[in-house]
């Protein structure tokens, strides 16, 4: 059997970026590498397990013995463990056993730098070269374009698994989704789709958020080339892809990173910063530098290597706070005596410099919920440096104010226009997420009050109301067309319910919103900058109407919203015009296609007569639980 022979991929400059925890590109150096050495074909090994007293490869090709081929450790302290194995290469299983110097402690671990893993519940690491070559230059040459914060932004969330399966339950594959899910997302309009994670993870009831392989596209749906396909098929069709990723918490499982070495090597030691009580996962230690410089190059790694244009990072309000769902004398302050995680917003800070720094044209979005302040500001200015925040508060008041009955709505008006009082104080991303159709939230349509129609309308208002609000939109799958049921991550969305008029008719609607927020720079051109919004009336509580308007660089492209929140038409209802021109509906809620009665503004007459404190007016019917977008 071939021993290991000695061998490096790192430079002396290498290990001094890696130890001050500045080296970003790690994957080029540690995990598995397939190369040739001296004219013979093998794969070079590298782990970092600094507490250990002795580290192995153990596969197949070595009956999973732990003496056949032991890594030898750098001499430089660095606690890197490398070595070079001849005639091993593609496709060959294994894993790293390492015995802890602290004990007699044994454990056999995934790599975490591996680029594939076995199909779960098995868990090893797999040697995997990814070669591939891409066929979206036109994207990636214009993507600063596409995926600029002034341009329109309509994002699909999907959870691969569940989006739709075969007539067997069996999942589809990267392959089938690069037909199947890309020709959707196009023919619906969305600018982008958002996978829920793909990183390899061990337990389906996750979703996808306990993350053990970090490098590694999950091999429940296919290869890595073959991911890379679906990547570039949503690329050819000018649809940008954003992944979810999680840097805030990862699964105890024994072959993961939890435990490595014998010792806390990539959590921190102390539980009430190292443990989290609400997913009974283990946390980052975000103080040591060569967890950052893991963390900061995963994140690199899928922009490069997978040509990806954006990733939301998952719970980054667990990160921000040390006593984040934790009581008193569960945590302990910070040096200032506050309950900032200084070290996790340092990484925060490093990590979005360093994406922007070296990729033109791509986005980082924090699921942030709380009033922090300056998450989408710049770095330099003392802001977390994301380019966009999920509108939380805003989604769970909208949400609130649409489950009541209409009669009601008048009483809390407040509750639907108070977000516009911090509208622009960040970036905002407006979400409907998986989070919000699970655990008995009900799905979307059926949170929606009244009879089955109003169902539909008030479904079909509360997408018009999001789609024309400041801010980007994130929409998650079925949502689009009235799914019923709760999100079930073991099957398929209910296709079988657009066949209904009400379902095709939201669907239709939605597609409609696409169209018009990508061919309507008043909606996309200042969504974050309060120049792009004026009230024109806000203060109508007993008929549960809103009347804005919505501006983008050119005001002959302003366009006049008005939502009517009761099963009530308001008719020849009055609204004040900013200047004088002929006014048009570009959009109507209640049309017959989307489901609804038809009332429709065919003219519409501009008067002289004051009103709204505006010189000039209009009259138009806002039909029962409509919107009505005007130009």
């Not at 001849?86 to 894993?95: D, L, M, R, S």
């Not at 959590?267 to 060569?290: Q, T, V």
């Not at 500001?377 to 769970?396: I, N, Q, S, T």
């Not at 407040?414 to 979400?431: K, Q, R, V």
Request: proline share 4%; hydrophobic share 35%.
């Amino acid at each position: 059997m071939s021993k290991i022979i000695s061998h490096s991929l790192f430079t002396d400059f290498d290990i001094d970026l890696f130890k001050g925890g500045k080296h970003y590109r790690l994957y080029n150096k540690l995990g598995s590498h397939p190369i040739e050495l001296e004219g013979q074909q093998g794969t070079y090994f590298a782990v970092w397990a600094p507490s250990a007293k002795s580290v192995s490869v153990v596969g197949d090709f070595n009956f999973w013995n732990e003496n056949e081929h032991k890594l030898n450790v750098r001499w430089d302290s660095s606690g890197i463990w490398e070595g070079f194995i001849p005639n091993i290469g593609q496709g060959e299983k294994y894993k790293y056993k390492i015995q802890s110097h602290n004990s007699d402690i044994w454990t056999e671990k995934a790599d975490p730098f591996a680029r594939l893993c076995e199909h779960p519940p098995k868990t090893a690491s797999v040697i995997w070269s990814a070669d591939y070559e891409w066929k979206d230059g036109d994207w990636m040459g214009y993507r600063k374009e596409k995926n600029g914060l002034d341009r329109p932004y309509s994002v699909y969330e999907v959870h691969l698994g569940s989006w739709k399966r075969d007539e067997d339950n069996n999942f589809l594959s990267y392959k089938q989704l690069a037909k199947d899910l890309v020709s959707y997302v196009k023919e619906m309009g969305y600018t982008h789709v958002e996978f829920m994670p793909v990183m390899e993870y061990p337990y389906d009831p996750s979703w996808g958020y306990q993350l053990t392989g970090y490098f590694a596209p999950t091999s429940r749906f296919g290869t890595p080339e073959e991911f890379k396909l679906l990547v570039d098929a949503f690329h050819q069709n000018d649809i940008g892809v954003i992944l979810d990723w999680v840097p805030s918490h990862f699964p105890e499982d024994a072959h993961g990173l939890g435990f490595f070495d014998g010792s806390h090597l990539y959590e921190h030691p102390d539980r009430r910063k190292g443990y989290h009580p609400d997913w009974k996962s283990l946390i980052f230690n975000y103080g040591r530098n060569e967890v950052r410089a893991f963390l900061i190059s995963n994140a690199l790694f899928w922009l490069e290597q997978y040509h990806v244009d954006g990733l939301r990072v998952d719970a980054v309000a667990s990160m921000l706070y040390l006593d984040y769902s934790r009581e008193d004398g569960e945590w302990e302050p910070n040096m200032y005596g506050n309950n900032e995680h200084l070290e996790a917003i340092s990484f925060i800070r490093e990590l979005n410099r360093e994406v922007y720094a070296s990729f033109d044209g791509v986005q980082t979005i924090a699921e942030e919920s709380t009033a922090f302040k300056g998450v989408s500001k710049p770095v330099d200015l003392g802001g977390l440096g994301f380019g966009m925040k999920w509108m939380m508060g805003w989604m769970h008041d909208t949400l609130e104010y649409f489950k009541k009955e209409s009669v009601y709505r008048k009483h809390h008006q407040n509750d639907i226009t108070f977000s516009m009082t911090y509208a622009f104080t960040e970036n905002f991303m407006l979400p409907f997420s998986h989070d919000e159709v699970v655990y008995g939230k009900q799905s979307l349509i059926y949170r929606m009050p009244g009879d089955e129609w109003q169902r539909f309308a008030n479904l079909r208002l509360l997408f018009g109301y999001m789609f024309t609000h400041p801010g980007t939109k994130l929409m998650f799958m079925g949502g689009e067309f009235g799914q019923t049921a709760e999100w079930n991550f073991q099957q398929s969305l209910d296709w079988h319910l657009l066949q209904y008029g009400g379902h095709a008719g939201v669907q239709q609607f939605v597609k409609d919103l696409n169209k018009l927020y990508r061919n309507a720079p008043a909606l996309y051109e200042k969504q974050f900058s309060g120049e792009g919004f004026q009230w024109i009336d806000y203060g109508d509580h007993e008929n549960s109407v809103l009347i804005y308007m919505r501006k983008g660089h050119d005001e002959k492209n302003d366009m006049i919203v008005a939502c009517n929140f009761t099963p009530v038409p308001r008719e020849k209802y009055r609204i004040g015009i900013p200047k004088k021109g002929r006014i048009v509906e570009v959009l109507n809620s209640d049309a017959k296609e989307y489901g609804g009665s038809g009332h429709l503004n065919t003219i519409i007459k501009s008067s002289t007569k004051a009103w709204h404190g505006h010189k000039k007016s209009v009259e138009i019917t806002i039909p029962s639980l409509g919107i009505v977008i005007l130009k």
